[in-house]
């Protein structure tokens, strides 16, 4: 949630931040703004609406030349998104200037204690109390930017990303973080910093991991890193291996298509290197002993969104595979509920960004009543995966579009990878059923990219329903997840009344809902699971019965269904638990194609933002 950037070099600055904003829009895009330090002073603009509205302002009275600069794309938290309150904000003199992401949560108390102190505050935003801390206490500090903001930190309750510039230092940016994404990109005689690595990969691959409670003060030649106390930090560096040509939309119309069609590499990608030379999974990277995972006797897994979705699938997969209960928990509930938690309880938190605050604090505290937790996760160095006992990286590639499609396919692949791996440890599962599962994960690539080639239906269906107002998507078992992410991603980009239920359970209610013409997507699973199969089939007949217009998707082959759906959409045949891999494309596509036939901007819902981190 809203996206920061700093530079500090020889290229001109505001070129840099906004290029870097263009690739974190995503992030938020209420409203943008940037300041640039020229020697002796501070120059900002900052509009509502979109980074557009700003990129015209500044082509029509463009700011001084300069070689500092920073950057704001917000996602509002107080105050609406207006010009007033879009970032930088500035102090009473005009010479600092204030980028903020996360909530400042003792900002009443602060902006109190400021009015008193005669400062005038324009805003209705928490971030402008920290311009105006900053500004009481730069004198004290010498003008040292990087010391004046460590004393206002240590003031400031809640999570933040803070940076600042002030018009008596000119070539340095100042950073904190508490709570809420860093990272430095080191440069050679200039260095960037962001709220993620896509808004410097263009110019450098080589990164520093900025951890909580440290304050960054970046200059041309230097970056040097303390704790808010002003103890040197020692942050550890990390090279990029994203292709800085992954995060540009290559032709397409939208990221989201782009990233739909990138499924077939990212699974491949996330498989490789997973099996030894004996034919035996290993999760090297994954951390955690022997002894560790055959101790394990629950498994809780804690996510947000489509990443929740995920985890439901892993639950049947886990428990089919390792016979240990798995429990899966929206993260932003986790921790309220009291949960039993024990040092012989696995955690696992999925989160494509690695920052989603609730995904965050509810992995904060599983470690702290000391269980396991391991992330899986597609950002590398993010906070979730650094502050996990253990991590599997999924490898989606840059996800930009705010509607998650490729990460979606990964995590899956990942968590079927645990569980499998568990099996193998713990001996639950023969290890000839591991190898053949393993060799249809290998397949998956390929039975993907055949889906993505039969899609031209699937967007003809869109463009016919583009009016209606209701969809419904009905699964069972691993069907049922399939359809909670099918209604999320048309409610969130193509605004429309969707939801995801259990089959069986509509007859317990929802069936109320079917009325003459709805369109209702069936996930019918493989027909190898007979009762599962017909128990669908049934359920398809129930909602046609009543009006419905269905939508089903099916083994290609499966003739028992073509009599009772009005579209078949046939899927590769997969064995059960594999089955959302091919299933969920068909409904990413219709999304997408709905959202644009209804006009609406597909990588930018309104009201979203892609790494949510606030609570
Ligand atoms: C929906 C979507 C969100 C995210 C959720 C968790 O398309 O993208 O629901 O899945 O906000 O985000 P991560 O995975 O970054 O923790």
Same mark, same amino acid.
């Given at each position: 949630?809203?996206?920061?950037?700093?530079?500090?070099?020889? $290229?001109?600055?505001?070129?840099?931040?906004?290029?870097?904003?263009?690739?974190?829009?995503?992030?938020?895009?209420?409203?943008?703004?940037?300041?640039?330090?020229?020697?002796?002073?501070?120059?900002?603009?900052?509009?509502?609406?979109?980074?557009?509205?700003?990129?015209?302002?500044?082509?029509?009275?463009?700011?001084?030349?300069?070689?500092?600069?920073?950057?704001?794309? $917000?996602?509002?938290?107080?105050?609406?998104?207006?010009?007033?309150?879009?970032?930088?904000?500035?102090?009473?003199?005009?010479? %600092?200037?204030?980028?903020?992401?996360?909530?400042?949560?003792?900002?009443?108390?602060?902006?109190?204690?400021?009015?008193?102190?005669?400062? *005038?505050?324009?805003?209705?935003?928490?971030?402008? %109390?920290?311009?105006?801390?900053?500004?009481?206490?730069?004198?004290?500090?010498?003008?040292?930017?990087?010391?004046?903001?460590?004393?206002?930190?240590?003031?400031? &309750?809640?999570?933040?990303?803070?940076? +600042?510039?002030?018009?008596?230092?000119?070539?340095?940016?100042?950073?904190?973080?508490?709570?809420?994404?860093?990272?430095?990109?080191?440069?050679?005689?200039?260095?960037?910093?962001?709220?993620?690595?896509?808004?410097?990969?263009?110019?450098?691959?080589?990164?520093?991991?900025?951890?909580?409670?440290?304050?960054?003060?970046?200059?041309?030649?230097?970056?040097?890193?303390?704790?808010?106390?002003?103890?040197?930090?020692? !942050?550890?560096?990390?090279?990029?291996?994203?292709?800085?040509?992954?995060?540009?939309?290559?032709?397409?119309?939208?990221?989201?298509?782009?990233?739909?069609?990138?499924? !077939?590499?990212?699974?491949?990608?996330?498989?490789?290197?997973?099996?030894?030379?004996?034919?035996?999974?290993?999760?090297?990277?994954?951390?955690?002993?022997? &002894?560790?995972? $055959?101790?394990?006797?629950?498994?809780?897994?804690?996510?947000?969104?489509?990443?929740?979705?995920?985890?439901?699938?892993?639950?049947?997969?886990?428990?089919?595979?390792?016979?240990?209960?798995?429990?899966?928990?929206?993260?932003?509930?986790?921790?309220?509920?009291?949960?039993?938690?024990?040092?012989?309880?696995?955690?696992?938190?999925?989160?494509?960004?690695?920052?989603?605050?609730?995904?965050?604090?509810?992995?904060?505290?599983?470690?702290?009543? $000391?269980?396991?937790?391991?992330?899986?996760?597609?950002?590398?160095?993010?906070?979730?995966?650094?502050?996990?006992?253990?991590?599997?990286?999924?490898?989606?590639?840059? &996800?930009? +579009?705010?509607?998650?499609?490729? +990460?979606?396919?990964?995590?899956?692949?990942?968590?079927?990878?645990?569980?499998?791996?568990?099996?193998?440890?713990?001996?639950?599962?023969?290890?000839?059923?591991?190898?053949?599962?393993?060799?249809?994960?290998?397949?998956?690539?390929?039975?993907?990219?055949?889906?993505?080639?039969?899609?031209?239906?699937?967007?003809?269906?869109?463009?016919?329903?583009?009016?209606?107002?209701?969809?419904?998507?009905?699964?069972?078992?691993?069907?049922?997840? %399939?359809?909670?992410?099918?209604?999320?991603?048309?409610?969130?980009?193509?605004?429309?009344?969707?939801?995801?239920?259990?089959?069986?359970?509509?007859?317990?209610?929802?069936?109320?809902?079917?009325?003459?013409?709805?369109?209702?997507?069936?996930?019918? !699973?493989?027909?190898?699971?007979?009762?599962?199969?017909?128990?669908?089939?049934?359920?398809?007949?129930? %909602?046609?019965?009543?009006?419905?217009?269905?939508?089903?998707?099916?083994?290609?082959?499966?003739?028992?269904?073509?009599?009772?759906?009005?579209?078949?959409?046939?899927?590769?045949?997969? !064995?059960?638990?594999?089955?959302?891999? *091919?299933?969920?494309?068909?409904?990413?596509?219709?999304?997408?194609?709905?959202?644009?036939?209804?006009?609406?901007?597909?990588?930018?819902?309104?009201?979203?933002?892609?790494?949510?981190?606030?609570?």
């Amino acid at each position: 949630m809203c996206g920061i950037v700093g530079y500090v070099g020889d $290229r001109s600055g505001l070129d840099i931040v906004v290029a870097g904003l263009r690739r974190l829009e995503y992030r938020g895009y209420d409203s943008a703004g940037v300041a640039v330090v020229s020697p002796g002073s501070l120059l900002t603009d900052k509009r509502a609406g979109k980074l557009a509205n700003l990129e015209k302002a500044l082509a029509d009275s463009p700011l001084a030349t300069s070689g500092t600069a920073i950057g704001h794309t $917000r996602w509002a938290t107080h105050g609406a998104p207006t010009d007033r309150n879009a970032h930088p904000h500035t102090d009473c003199t005009g010479r %600092v200037a204030v980028i903020h992401n996360g909530i400042i949560e003792n900002f009443a108390a602060l902006r109190a204690e400021l009015s008193e102190h005669g400062h *005038v505050l324009v805003s209705d935003t928490d971030t402008e %109390v920290v311009a105006h801390l900053l500004e009481q206490v730069m004198p004290e500090t010498g003008d040292d930017l990087a010391e004046a903001l460590r004393r206002v930190c240590r003031r400031l &309750e809640g999570a933040f990303t803070l940076v +600042a510039v002030h018009a008596a230092a000119a070539d340095v940016v100042v950073a904190a973080r508490r709570n809420s994404p860093l990272v430095v990109g080191l440069g050679v005689g200039e260095n960037f910093l962001a709220s993620d690595v896509s808004a410097f990969l263009a110019y450098t691959r080589e990164a520093l991991e900025v951890a909580d409670g440290q304050v960054v003060e970046l200059r041309r030649d230097r970056v040097t890193v303390t704790d808010f106390d002003g103890a040197p930090a020692h !942050p550890r560096g990390y090279h990029i291996d994203w292709d800085a040509a992954a995060a540009e939309k290559d032709g397409y119309d939208y990221f989201m298509l782009k990233e739909i069609a990138e499924q !077939p590499k990212a699974v491949a990608d996330t498989l490789i290197g997973r099996i030894d030379a004996q034919g035996r999974l290993t999760l090297d990277e994954m951390r955690l002993s022997v &002894e560790e995972l $055959r101790a394990i006797d629950k498994i809780i897994i804690v996510a947000a969104g489509t990443a929740y979705h995920a985890g439901l699938v892993a639950k049947y997969a886990i428990e089919h595979w390792t016979r240990i209960p798995c429990e899966v928990e929206l993260a932003s509930e986790f921790r309220y509920r009291d949960p039993v938690l024990t040092r012989d309880t696995l955690v696992i938190a999925i989160s494509q960004s690695g920052e989603t605050m609730d995904t965050l604090m509810a992995m904060r505290y599983a470690r702290e009543q $000391r269980s396991l937790v391991l992330a899986i996760c597609n950002t590398n160095g993010a906070t979730i995966p650094r502050e996990s006992d253990a991590v599997l990286y999924t490898h989606a590639g840059p &996800e930009v +579009a705010v509607a998650s499609t490729k +990460a979606f396919l990964t995590q899956l692949v990942a968590c079927y990878l645990v569980a499998l791996y568990l099996g193998q440890v713990r001996g639950s599962t023969w290890s000839e059923e591991i190898a053949s599962v393993i060799a249809e994960l290998a397949d998956m690539p390929d039975k993907v990219d055949r889906v993505l080639d039969t899609m031209a239906p699937v967007r003809e269906l869109a463009r016919e329903l583009r009016e209606c107002t209701s969809v419904l998507f009905l699964g069972r078992h691993v069907g049922y997840p %399939v359809a909670l992410e099918g209604a999320l991603k048309l409610k969130e980009i193509a605004y429309m009344h969707a939801e995801g239920f259990a089959s069986g359970e509509l007859k317990h209610g929802p069936i109320a809902l079917v009325e003459q013409g709805l369109p209702v997507f069936v996930v019918v !699973p493989p027909r190898g699971r007979g009762v599962l199969h017909d128990k669908v089939v049934s359920n398809i007949q129930e %909602v046609r019965a009543r009006g419905a217009r269905t939508i089903v998707l099916a083994e290609a082959g499966d003739e028992s269904v073509a009599p009772y759906a009005d579209v078949l959409i046939p899927l590769p045949p997969t !064995p059960t638990l594999l089955q959302p891999l *091919v299933a969920t494309i068909p409904l990413q596509v219709f999304a997408c194609e709905m959202a644009s036939q209804r006009g609406f901007d597909v990588d930018q819902p309104r009201n979203l933002a892609k790494s949510v981190t606030v609570e």
